[in-house]
């Protein structure tokens, strides 16, 4: 029987629970007091890199050009856009449509969720959410009002909207809304323009608790798509846009473990599925009879390569593929009888860097959109054209105050685990500060849901490699950075591996001389997070200072109890902790139940009380247990933010003095101040 003694906290509305947090703050506060100095310089460092007055490189949909600017002061970016003419953007006419700012006012927390444009350009549908707990609120805007330029918003919201997607009539949306309890989109809702939505239509319920709901639209804009999803399997029903009023139809009926996902062109269904293999396969189906029994194979499951997604267009399509651990880009044209031929790769001349598909809302183009960076290129915005087989760079985010590419250097190397698994590792630096086996070593790593970890540019931690810092990245099994079969080796009852994996890779590196094995800081948030609790309690000695934020770290009691948000649809990554088998197995890594009497590095917890995946009391009970067991006499900070979510602070400049926090927290520990 598990017992816990902190189980109080969980009681968000009590004032003692308000209390303790709110002292909690207070002593984190007074415990970085003195760097107080250091905490401002580096948020006036990280400020001076970022461009504050820019804009985004627009994008072209039906007749608008769309794009993102932000201004110097404003915490939030504005959207807009202009007219098409012939074929460029308006320069003498933008409109604003959404101001972040606006929808601030007021309020310490702002997040906007889904946006949709009507075809006709009219009516904007957006969702806002003011707490963190992600719970958003639908309005709707007519942006045709010459006497309101930014749109007037109709009377009428909707409480805990998720997706929401316009209908070719200009006058129906659909939109899916959570359970409550559950906290999953399991309704989708049909909404006519001019009716009240007490009268919106209840179109599909999703009984089981597994599941989300999702709407969205195919690229070429024939087809309304509704997909239910668990972690494992998918299954998605389709209707034609056109008739909004119509009857759905379902594609593949959903078989545990088969995921699949769909997308139009001509009469064909063009679908991504792994029901031959765990990297996903590329197939076809006629409109009419979509069920699997007429799939025909278009690219054949491959054992080292997997299909990440498709981005598919009226004369080619582009394959997003992760091969040995990096991504690419390949792209196919269709002949006249339509057959697909691979006609050219997207080369990318790093050792590591991210690229994937930037906006592309046109169906009927010749050109592609693809986003790419790297630990050393700023963020990028590159438009191939099929043609010439050229790709021009629209956009590099400009980095102000000396940035200079050229001091720096990333690589990529790979730490072999026991069982002889490479388990690859990023790696970005200074040249001019790096000294074998001196420098300390800054390591992150998450490890779950099959997520990838993205390696691109971060202006911010220039402020930690000016220092000399080597910075490293460690793709551990249980993400998906070598494909499907990789986030399978750490999940469920082999879910150690993530954490031994991590332990390996940070003990390569300083035996390899990328970093002073007695100045190592760790970062992880959310699942990382509980990867930061593990492998401090398999091997705290090697770690001078960890960094964990809103941290799934009481994995045993939130996993038991089914009336928590998200619990059962976590099962397939985890386990069922009501089944001997996997309760002992999670018991045995549950950072919270793990904790016994010794010395402990320097650690610096952080959490939101609005939190709606990793609730507040998670990390909340981890540092109050800890506290009573550690041996040392190094800082163990809890800091919570009390207005806000999983992810923080919302505003730009809030979110930069919070990490400002977080690096003077880092650099005090690893003896660089």
Wanted: glycine share 8%; net charge negative.
């Amino acid at each position: 029987m598990l017992v816990d003694d902190y189980a109080w906290l969980r009681e968000k509305e009590s004032p003692e629970v308000t209390a303790y947090l709110e002292a909690e703050n207070a002593y984190a506060e007074g415990v970085m007091a003195p760097l107080a100095g250091l905490r401002e310089q580096l948020y006036q460092e990280m400020l001076s890199h970022i461009k504050q007055t820019d804009v985004s490189v627009p994008y072209r949909d039906g007749g608008w050009w769309y794009y993102t600017r932000t201004e110097e002061g404003l915490q939030y970016p504005i959207h807009c856009r202009r007219a098409d003419v012939d074929g460029a953007a308006d320069p003498a006419a933008e409109q604003v449509i959404l101001d972040g700012n606006a929808l601030a006012q007021g309020h310490a927390f702002m997040g906007i969720g889904g946006t949709d444009v009507s075809d006709d350009g009219r009516w904007l549908a957006y969702s806002v959410d003011h707490t963190g707990f992600r719970q958003y609120t639908l309005q709707i805007k007519d942006l045709a009002n010459p006497e309101m330029p930014g749109g007037e918003v109709l009377a009428g919201e909707v409480e805990r909207v998720g997706s929401v997607v316009w209908a070719a009539d200009n006058t129906t949306i659909f939109y899916t809304v959570e359970d409550e309890e559950q906290k999953r989109q399991f309704q989708l809702w049909r909404h006519a323009l001019g009716t009240e939505h007490s009268a919106d239509v209840l179109v599909f319920e999703e009984p089981d608790e597994r599941f989300n709901l999702a709407a969205g639209r195919t690229r070429d804009g024939k087809f309304l798509v509704m997909e239910a999803g668990s972690h494992t399997t998918t299954e998605s029903r389709f209707l034609a846009a056109d008739d909004p009023t119509g009857e759905w139809t379902l594609v593949a009926a959903r078989e545990d473990e088969h995921e699949y996902s769909i997308d139009h062109r001509n009469g064909l269904w063009f679908i991504r599925t792994n029901d031959s293999g765990r990297n996903f396969r590329l197939v076809t189906a006629p409109v009419a009879t979509p069920g699997r029994e007429h799939w025909s194979a278009l690219l054949d499951h491959r054992q080292d390569i997997m299909l990440e997604d498709i981005d598919l267009f009226e004369r080619f399509f582009v394959s997003c593929e992760r091969e040995d651990g990096l991504p690419h880009l390949r792209l196919w044209s269709f002949t006249e009888n339509d057959r697909a031929i691979q006609s050219n790769e997207i080369r990318f001349p790093e050792p590591v860097y991210s690229a994937f598909p930037h906006i592309n809302r046109e169906f009927d183009t010749s050109k592609f959109r693809y986003a790419y960076q790297s630990l050393v290129t700023p963020s990028s915005v590159y438009e191939y054209d099929l043609a010439s087989g050229n790709s021009a760079l629209l956009k590099q985010v400009e980095v102000p105050g000396g940035f200079d590419r050229e001091l720096y250097a990333s690589e990529r190397v790979f730490a072999t685990a026991s069982d002889g698994v490479r388990v690859p590792v990023s790696l970005v630096y200074r040249k001019d500060t790096r000294k074998a086996g001196e420098n300390p070593l800054y390591v992150y790593g998450y490890g779950s849901y099959g997520y990838s970890l993205p390696i691109g540019f971060n202006a911010n931690r220039l402020s930690l490699l000016d220092r000399g810092v080597v910075m490293a990245s460690a793709h551990i099994r249980g993400g998906g950075d070598m494909g499907k079969p990789w986030h399978d080796a750490g999940k469920m009852l082999v879910k150690r591996n993530t954490f031994s994996d991590f332990v390996t890779a940070v003990e390569y590196l300083t035996s390899s001389g990328y970093g002073d094995p007695a100045r190592v800081a760790i970062e992880g948030g959310s699942a990382g997070g509980l990867l930061m609790g593990a492998v401090v309690n398999l091997k705290p000695e090697i770690f001078r200072a960890v960094l964990s934020h809103v941290p799934f770290v009481d994995v045993m009691n939130t996993m038991l109890d089914a009336s928590l948000p998200l619990t059962v649809p976590e099962y397939e990554e985890w386990g069922n902790p009501n089944e001997a088998e996997y309760f002992h197995y999670m018991l045995s890594y549950s950072p919270y139940d793990n904790l016994k009497p010794g010395s402990y590095p320097a650690i610096l917890v952080k959490t939101s009380l609005n939190d709606s995946q990793v609730m507040y009391w998670e990390p909340a009970k981890y540092v109050a247990r800890l506290r009573t067991l550690k041996t040392d006499d190094k800082p163990l900070l809890l800091v919570t933010n009390m207005e806000a979510g999983h992810g923080g602070a919302s505003g730009r400049y809030d979110y930069l003095k919070e990490i400002a926090f977080d690096y003077a927290f880092l650099l005090r520990e690893l003896g660089i101040v």
